[in-house]
């Protein structure tokens, strides 16, 4: 199937992403501006829910570190659809895959535990800290509404011009469902999430809270 050439009042200009729970297109409005626009494949009732929970999950978030919607109008068309900001920056995991990002483990880990070398801080290293720190605000944001994101990889973190990590794709971010000693979040899609990253207790489909 061709992508479209038009989603609401934005150009497609290509495709820029996609996953199990969506495309994503960059676009352009009628301003001149980029948006990403991301598009659901399916209508069933249980993904369009997840969907619409995932816009109205952003939306409550002010926050440098989370993406911010800025058109819903789509929703309920025949493919929905949602417009929020484009970051055009590499993903973490662009950044740990760059070859100036392998001096994390070769260089830094390396001098700080053979004995014959003092432990060394680089530029690198240090930046890499402050950027997951700026994350953690942003992580702290959404926890603070009751929500987890439920999906914390390299590849849904973007990293802006001036170093600011934004956290994308909230496709199944989990919404507070009650107290049991910590926050407990409701999770709709059963045991969903990426293996390699997901907490046990999420793969086996179980509630998760905010430290997942």
Known sequence: MEDPSQIGQYAILRRIGVGGMGTVFL?????????????????????????????????RVSHPSIVRVLDTTGLRDEVPWYAMDYVSGPTLK???????????????????ILPSKAPKATTHWRSLVEMLLGLCGGLNAIHSLGVVHRD?????????????????????????????????????????????????EQLRGDTVDARA
């Open 152 to 200: 914390i990889k390299p590849g849904n973190i973007v990293i802006r011009d001036d170093g600011t990590p934004v956290l994308i794709d909230f496709g199944i971010a989990g919404q507070l469902g009650g107290m049991v000693g910590r926050e407990h979040l409701t999770d709709y899609l059963g045991g969903s999430g990426t293996p390699t990253y997901a907490p046990a």
């Open 27 to 59: 676009g352009r409005d009628p301003r001149g501006n980029e948006v990403a626009i991301k598009t659901l494949p399916s209508t069933d009732p249980i993904y369009l829910e997840s969907f619409i929970r995932e816009v109205e999950i952003i939306e």
């Open 94 to 112: 662009e950044v740990i895959q760059s070859d100036h990002s392998a001096t994390i483990m070769d260089v830094d880990l390396r001098d700080t």
